[in-house]
């Protein structure tokens, strides 16, 4: 069975799948970034705005990743616009939540301090806010880059290929070969984007920031 598999994952088909896969996952996550985190920006400035899109998001977070996909097909049919669409409002939420919460929780000291020496709106929200916030953010790409990837799996019910394709036929012809290369690829592909965010999270988060957590009593 290993040599079928792997026979599988060498062929044209799998390397086509494969470049689809990561695609559409990569234009979805870019696409609710650009969708979230202004968003966040914007409503963090207001204590009520903040409730109302985290609220509503999490909502949204509750239907299942089928049903979005389903509710695209009337509307722009098959292919890749439609798997575009369903996994970029799958990946907004968690994106959302937590930069309008990181934007929220920046000490209001640290913002009046930053205002005092004659900072503009845009250069706090650039320079302290989303700097300090950083952790916060990066959980959030982290979480929605995760089910982005898995969730791509789904886009092949709706012709947006991707290696959901070779779990289907997989599951047709009756072969757990074609399962295999297509869920073990998915599989490593979650992991590694969860330790490669991971890793930018860390990153990301401000040296201070890190000496603080590691020092602070447990």
């Known amino acids: 069975m290993a040599g ?20 559409l ?13 202004p968003l966040a920006a914007l409503v963090s400035q207001s204590p ?10 999490n909502v949204g977070r509750a239907v299942p990743s089928l049903a979005i996909l389903a509710l695209a097909l009337p509307f722009l049919g098959l292919g890749f616009r439609p798997s575009l669409l369903a996994l970029t409002v799958l990946a907004i939420p968690p994106i959302l939540i ?7 929780e920046v000490p209001a000291s640290v913002v009046e301090s930053a205002r005092g020496m ?17 952790p916060v953010i990066f959980a959030g790409l ?26 289907v036929r997989g599951l047709q012809r009756n072969s757990p070969e ?18 490669g965010f991971a890793a930018l999270q860390r990153l990301a988060t401000p040296k ?4 603080s957590s590691r020092t602070r009593p447990a």
């Open 4 to 23: 079928r598999v792997w026979e599988i994952i060498q062929s044209d088909a799998f390397s086509r799948a494969l470049g689809e896969h990561l695609r």
């Open 25 to 37: 996952s990569a234009w979805a996550l870019l696409v609710a970034i650009l969708i979230a985190l």
């Open 48 to 57: 009520l705005a903040s409730f109302l899109a985290i609220n509503i998001s």
């Open 98 to 104: 937590n930069a309008a919460i990181g934007l929220r």
């Open 118 to 134: 004659g900072l503009s709106t845009g250069q706090i929200l650039t320079r302290i806010r989303f700097p300090i916030a950083a």
């Open 142 to 167: 982290r979480t929605s880059a995760v089910q982005v990837v898995a969730s791509a799996t789904l886009a092949t019910f709706i012709g947006g290929g991707g290696l959901g394709g070779l779990i």
């Open 178 to 195: 074609y399962q295999l290369a297509g869920a073990i690829p998915v599989a490593l592909l979650a992991i590694s984007t969860e330790l």
């Open 208 to 211: 201070g920031l890190r000496i």
